[in-house]
T-cell receptor, first 115, second 114 residues
Framework: KQEVTQIPAALSVPEGENLVLNCSFTDSAIYNLQWFRQDPGKGLTSLLLIQSSQREQTSGRLNASLDKSSGRSTLYIAASQPGDSATYLCAVRGVAIQGAQKLVFGQGTRLTINP | DAMVIQNPRYQVTQFGKPVTLSCSQTLNHNVMYWYQQKSSQAPKLLFHYYDKDFNNEADTPDNFQSRRPNTSFCFLDIRSPGLGDAAMYLC?????????????FGSGTQLSVL
């Protein structure tokens, strides 16, 4: 059974710093991995999706990497801003299911950027 | 511009009183999902519809049911809510095509059980 772990559970950094969020998964047989952002009391917004054949994806100040063999992914946020404060969740999709994207989520890292 | 719309935003129900949460989408996606997310926990998939086909997760309680009358709408029915069912319920959609697409989530319905 796939398990996804995100450490730390919470992170607080000063504005302007570069930071890395970590995600690990137990079964390396994944189809893709996604990073989501969740603001308090809100739904999830997809940030980046990495296919199992890819090593990284970039969108603006965000860069996500994937090392499938070691079961790890990182989300790098450059030049952090107070507006980046949110909970960041990673989720993996296994290869067994065709079509529907049945994701297994981590519990998230609650990020606070201090002005 | 809202693409996945969940109503209501907040729902309060009484212990044991049936409740229905709704989700609609303007994306014409063929797959719709319901996730349950308890406070500070990971979202947990309850079930999904692939077109008209209902797919239940093995550990989803029988208390939870779903209906999808057409492509655009999907409902989550909780037949007899218990205190442990208080959570955020998230609807999501995707277009099934070899996993290339991202999931699109609604804003969620926060359910309270009194």
């Amino acid at each position: 059974k796939q398990e996804v772990t995100q450490i730390p559970a919470a992170l607080s950094v000063p504005e302007g710093e570069n930071l890395v969020l970590n995600c690990s998964f137990t079964d390396s047989a994944i189809y893709n991995l996604q990073w989501f952002r969740q603001d308090p009391g809100k739904g999830l917004t997809s940030l980046l999706l990495i296919q199992s054949s890819q090593r990284e994806q970039t969108s603006g100040r965000l860069n996500a990497s994937l090392d499938k063999s070691s079961g790890r992914s990182t989300l790098y946020i450059a030049a952090s801003q107070p507006g980046d404060s949110a909970t960041y969740l990673c989720a993996v999709r296994g290869v067994a299911i065709q079509g529907a994207q049945k994701l297994v989520f981590g519990q998230g890292t609650r990020l606070t950027i201090n002005p | 511009d809202a693409m996945v719309i969940q109503n209501p935003r907040y729902q309060v129900t009484q212990f044991g009183k049936p409740v229905t949460l709704s989700c609609s989408q303007t994306l014409n996606h063929n797959v719709m999902y319901w996730y349950q997310q308890k406070s500070s926990q990971a979202p947990k998939l309850l079930f999904h519809y692939y077109d008209k086909d209902f797919n239940n997760e093995a550990d989803t309680p029988d208390n939870f049911q779903s209906r999808r009358p057409n492509t655009s709408f999907c409902f989550l029915d909780i037949r007899s809510p218990g205190l442990g069912d208080a959570a955020m319920y998230l609807c999501a959609t995707s277009r099934a095509r070899d996993g290339l697409e991202k999931l699109f989530f609604g804003s969620g319905t926060q359910l309270s059980v009194l």
